[in-house]
């Protein structure tokens, strides 16, 4: 008598090989697929690899354009009122090294990354040009004065700043005049404290129309 071919063992043993068969074909499609994925994953960061390279390389190389840069070319056009504009364009790269800049003080131009505190900050201390065009960009008044410079002047003008958002002072020894107001841009040299122009270049220039980067912070930078 011949065996059934249909018994429940022997359908049962085919079901188990037909599991192992259906086990064994998702372990060969999981291999394949985490094969292809470290693949994807390699290529990807070959490919993030080399473009860091190059970003790094391109950002190295726009500040060694930025640090060999003498400044902006250009000329002061004088308005009715005395205040100067600077003619030609002040780029704003941010730079590491020392700026030589075309105008003392300068009014704009590549410059530190960091910013000078100019939240009404008046400085007894010469600071540093290229933190200083920083705090223009966002905006600030910068009052500068020699040491021809009347002290009442110094000292009335230095109250002004202190009560001034967007603004700052400081000694500066390279100017053709003892008092001088300084935005992005915009330059004027005043006879005194009194003098009328003080007042319209605070309204006109703090936070105004010239300013590259509006509403940016006058704090958390340096603070000489």
């Known amino acids: 008598m011949g065996t059934d071919q249909h018994s429940p063992a022997s359908s049962r043993a085919a079901r188990i090989e037909e599991m192992r068969r259906a086990e064994r074909a998702r372990a060969r499609r999981n291999r394949v697929l985490v094969i292809a994925a470290s693949v994807v994953v390699v290529a990807g960061l070959v490919v993030g690899g080399v473009a860091l390279v190059h970003s790094q390389s391109d950002s190295d190389s726009g500040k060694d354009t930025a640090a060999d840069a003498k400044g902006d070319s250009g000329h002061f056009t004088t308005g009715a009122d005395g205040v100067r504009t600077w003619s030609g364009k002040l780029s704003r790269t941010h730079v590491s090294t020392k700026v030589t800049y075309p105008m003392h003080p300068p009014v704009g131009g590549n410059h530190n990354p960091v910013w000078l505190n100019c939240n009404g900050d008046v400085y007894k201390e010469p600071v540093r040009d290229e933190n200083a065009v920083h705090a223009l960009e966002h905006g600030a008044v910068w009052v500068t004065y020699t040491g021809k410079a009347n002290k009442a002047d ?22 053709d005049a003892p008092l001088i107001l300084s935005a992005w841009g915009h330059q004027v040299n005043v006879k005194s404290a009194s003098d009328p122009e003080v007042d319209k ?24």
């Open 201 to 224: 270049f605070f309204a006109a220039y703090v936070q105004g129309k010239q300013t590259p980067e509006p509403g940016a912070s006058c704090t958390g930078g340096v603070m000489k």
């Open 154 to 175: 110094v000292d009335a003008l230095a109250a002004k700043v202190k009560r001034t958002p967007y603004s700052l002072m400081s000694p500066y020894k390279d100017q």
